[in-house]
């Protein structure tokens, strides 16, 4: 079983910007793959970055537009999401997510384990 535990979440203005952490802990050694999905009022929950849990390589859809950034702290254990030029449009809850199925895992159905997410709320 892996734990993760999300924080830094808030109300900021647009323009902003915010760092969301991710601590993982329990079997961190099945992890293969972390996310950040995120999920507007009233919509499905979506991919915004991707990390293996080892290596380099990132993944970013064409909408994160260069404003994301995901990173990862191994020996603490510990996911971020940093997120700059906030728009109002990104207003929603952020989970982080674990794969132990794949380092290259970008689909939901992929991580089996999830944060309690955290709201992130931009105001314009």
């Known amino acids: 079983q892996v734990q993760l535990v999300e924080s830094g979440g808030g109300l900021v203005q647009a323009g902003g910007s915010l760092k969301l952490s991710c601590a993982a802990s329990?079997?961190?050694?099945?992890?293969?793959?972390m996310a950040w999905f995120r999920q507007p009022p009233g919509l499905k929950r979506d991919i915004v970055a991707q990390?293996?849990?080892?290596?380099?390589?990132?993944w970013y859809p064409d909408s994160a537009q260069g404003r994301l950034r995901i990173s990862r702290d191994n020996g603490k254990n510990t996911l971020y999401l940093q997120i700059n030029s906030l728009k109002p449009d990104d207003t929603a809850v952020y989970y982080c997510?674990?794969?132990?199925?794949?380092?290259?895992?970008?689909?939901?159905?992929?991580?089996?384990?999830w944060g309690q997410g955290t709201q992130v709320t931009v105001s314009s």
């Open positions: 997510a674990a794969s132990t199925q794949s380092s290259a895992a970008l689909a939901t159905e992929r991580y089996d384990y």
């Open positions: 990390i293996p849990w080892t290596g380099s390589s990132t």
């Open positions: 329990g079997h961190t050694v099945s992890i293969r793959a």
